[in-house]
T-cell receptor, first 111, second 116 residues
C-alpha cells in the first residue's frame, strides 16, 4: 500500500481557495487517489477520486501530475463548514481491497 | 450515494461486558465490509476486513478473540467487543464498497463506545 504524506494542519479564511497537497511517491500503476472529509464524531465522507490529470465535481477539484507521485485537492471558496480533517488515500479501487488512512490534514477555516 | 448505517450510535457499558455494533448497507449488497477504530484526534485505524460467509481478516495487533466479527449476510456485519475495558473506549466506524459504479467506499456514521 502506497504511503501518503500530507500537511498536518492548514488555516484559511472564508471565501478563499484551499489547496491541500498529498505526496505518494510509491504509488502503483493500478492505484487510484481518493480524498475523504471527516467531521468530528462522524464517519468519513467521500469527496473526490481520480487516476490522472484533473477531476472536478460539485465540491472540489483534484489535480494529479503526470508522474502521479502527488495530488492536490482544491476546495474553491471555503466556508466555516469546511473545517474538517481531509484524508488522502491511495490504493486499488475494487472489491475487498482495504483502505488505509494516513494522518490527514486538519483544515481550519476562519471567519 | 449508497448508505451505510450503524447501530447503536452511542453506547456506554460497564467494564467486563460485551457490546455488539451493527453495520448495515441499506441500498446495496456488500460482500466486503471494513471495521475501523478511531481514538480522539487520531486517524482511522483499520481493524479488520469482514467477508460475507467467511472469517474476517484481522490487521496485525488486533485481537480476533476480543473483537468478534460476523458477516452473516450481504447487508449486515457485526462487531462484538468482548469483555470490554476502558481502553476499548473509542469511535468505531464501518465501511463498505458498492459493487456498482466506481466502487466508491461508503462509511457508516460511527459508534461511540464508552466503557466505564
Amino acid at each position: 500500500l502506497a504511503k501518503t504524506t500530507q500537511p498536518i494542519s492548514m488555516d484559511s479564511y472564508e471565501g478563499q481557495e484551499v489547496n491541500i497537497t498529498c505526496s505518494h511517491n510509491n504509488i502503483a500503476t493500478n492505484d487510484y487517489i481518493t480524498w475523504y472529509q471527516q467531521f468530528p464524531s462522524q464517519g468519513p465522507r467521500f469527496i473526490i477520486q481520480g487516476y490522472k490529470t484533473k477531476v472536478t465535481n460539485e465540491v472540489a477539484s483534484l489535480f494529479i501530475p503526470a508522474d502521479r507521485k502527488s495530488s492536490t485537492l482544491s476546495l474553491p471558496r471555503v466556508s466555516l463548514s469546511d473545517t474538517a480533517v481531509y484524508y488522502c488515500l491511495v490504493g486499488l479501487n475494487t472489491g475487498g481491497f482495504k483502505t488505509i488512512f494516513g494522518a490527514g490534514t486538519r483544515l481550519f477555516v476562519k471567519a | 450515494g449508497a448508505v451505510v448505517s450503524q447501530h447503536p450510535s452511542r453506547v456506554i457499558c460497564k467494564s467486563g461486558t460485551s457490546v455488539k455494533i451493527e453495520c448495515r448497507s441499506l441500498d446495496f449488497q456488500a460482500t466486503t465490509m471494513f471495521w475501523y477504530r478511531q481514538f480522539p484526534k487520531q486517524s482511522l485505524m483499520l481493524m479488520a476486513t469482514s467477508n460475507e460467509g467467511s472469517k474476517a481478516t484481522y490487521e496485525q495487533g488486533v485481537e480476533k478473540d476480543k473483537f468478534l466479527i460476523n458477516h452473516a449476510s450481504l447487508t449486515l456485519s457485526t462487531l462484538t467487543v468482548t469483555s470490554a475495558h476502558p481502553e476499548d473506549s473509542s469511535f468505531y466506524i464501518c465501511s463498505a464498497r458498492s459493487p456498482e459504479g466506481d466502487n466508491e467506499q461508503f462509511f457508516g456514521p460511527g459508534t461511540r463506545l464508552t466503557v466505564l
